[in-house]
């Protein structure tokens, strides 16, 4: 039995005659005029029949195709103030920083399938080969729901807005809450919200078109949330998906990432490799070091090191500003690059080893060394560091 086109309903079997065998009549698919494709219908007794012998029989479809329906999917993208366009990949942001979220959907186009038909009006049911394939007591509803998962440290998150984005010239619609969609906090399974929608309802108060199931019209919501304070070096997620009629059906997980970045500096005697503890080291936002361009400031510790964590992308001026007791402080600005192009650092970390002489105490200054390293990079007085901030290979969930 010959398979039908998948995007065809099946309106009838028919004997299958074999071409030479001119007696009995079938398709003919080859005929120039569609009226010299005849067929002879197999009947059958009630809704089945006994065959004795052999009998070929083929399924037979009309010539309108049905059209192929889809569920609405999900997009995912991010953006910053610093990064303003949409991307669907991930930004860079410095603890604190807000980053904007986007969620698109669509209308699906075969949300006319779920409309109860106006039976009093039976001729505006279309298309009603469509119709046919989601039974009457299965229509009145189609609930589309949003779900968003945040990394901890995304906080602060804005209440989302909801609209229906149509293409350019025709006005797009806001939904309200309450009426037009429920908004969820409470979820239970772990999501930051959920976003249900049911786009029957909207196409009964008539903010669905029928011009917008034709379009597949965007659904988007979009919100905002803040990078923690707290957040230090690594890569923070948000994933969002979007469900049909409680998980009938569920789209692809489409997942962002929010980079923030730290500089860390080994401080150490020259002579001995040792640690050294009191150094002062400022960061700062221009070249010329001024006051007002400080970022931050820091102290190395006893184990030698100082840190400045949850750092944007950029460019920063690194200084010495206060040698430890009896050593020579640097005068030389390290400039360090965390943006496109450089060594990767899977870590989003910066590392910097800073050494020092002591004063003499007789002859000249003394002499001040200071070395960049990552990775494999060792590099004198002056150099620029880059860490790269490309996408990495990430498992899928």
Request: charged share 25%; net charge negative; hydrophobic share 35%.
């Amino acid at each position: 039995m010959e398979e039908c086109e998948p995007d065809h309903l099946i309106d009838g079997w028919y004997v299958d005659g074999a071409r030479s065998d001119s007696s009995v009549p079938r398709w003919n698919a080859d005929a120039e005029d569609e009226a010299d494709n005849f067929i002879k219908p197999y009947e059958f007794e009630g809704d089945s029949t006994t065959v004795t012998g052999s009998i070929s029989i083929r399924a037979a479809h009309g010539t309108d195709p049905i059209d192929k329906t889809s569920y609405p999917g999900l997009d995912k993208q991010i953006s910053d103030a610093n990064e303003p366009e949409w991307s669907n990949d991930d930004v860079d942001a410095a603890a604190g920083q807000d980053v904007n979220f986007k969620l698109t959907s669509n209308v699906p186009d075969d949300l006319l399938n779920y409309i109860i038909p106006d039976v009093d009006e039976p001729e505006i049911v279309t298309p009603a080969a469509a119709n046919a394939l989601v039974p009457v007591k299965d229509r009145g509803e189609y609930h589309l729901t949003f779900h968003d998962k945040m990394n901890d440290m995304l906080v602060d998150a804005t209440v989302p807005v909801v609209t229906l984005d149509r293409p350019d010239g025709q006005e797009d619609v806001t939904l309200t809450a309450g009426t037009h969609y429920t908004y969820t906090t409470d979820t239970g399974d772990g999501c930051d919200f959920h976003i249900a929608i049911d786009l029957v309802a909207l196409y009964n108060a008539g903010i669905i078109k029928e011009a917008d199931i034709e379009a597949a019209t965007p659904i988007v919501v979009t919100y905002n949330a803040k990078l923690s304070d707290d957040a230090t070096a690594g890569t923070y997620e948000n994933e969002a998906w979007t469900t049909v009629d409680e998980n009938e059906w569920i789209s692809d997980h489409d997942k962002v990432y929010v980079n923030t970045y730290k500089l860390s500096i080994f401080k150490y005697d020259q002579a001995t490799d040792e640690a050294l503890p009191g150094a002062t080291f400022t960061l700062y936002n221009d070249e010329n070091c001024a006051d007002e361009h400080i970022v931050a400031t820091d102290l190395s510790e006893n184990d030698g090191f100082a840190s400045f964590d949850g750092l944007d992308a950029g460019t920063y001026y690194l200084k010495e500003t206060e040698a430890p007791e009896g050593y020579v402080c640097s005068d030389t600005v390290v400039t360090i690059i965390i943006g496109e192009d450089g060594q990767q650092n899977a870590e989003n970390i910066v590392n910097v080893k800073f050494a020092n002489s002591q004063i003499p105490h007789t002859g000249g200054m003394g002499t001040t060394l200071f070395s960049i390293v990552g990775g494999a990079l060792i590099a004198t007085a002056g150099v620029i560091f880059v860490i790269s901030r490309k996408k990495r290979a990430r498992s899928a969930a």
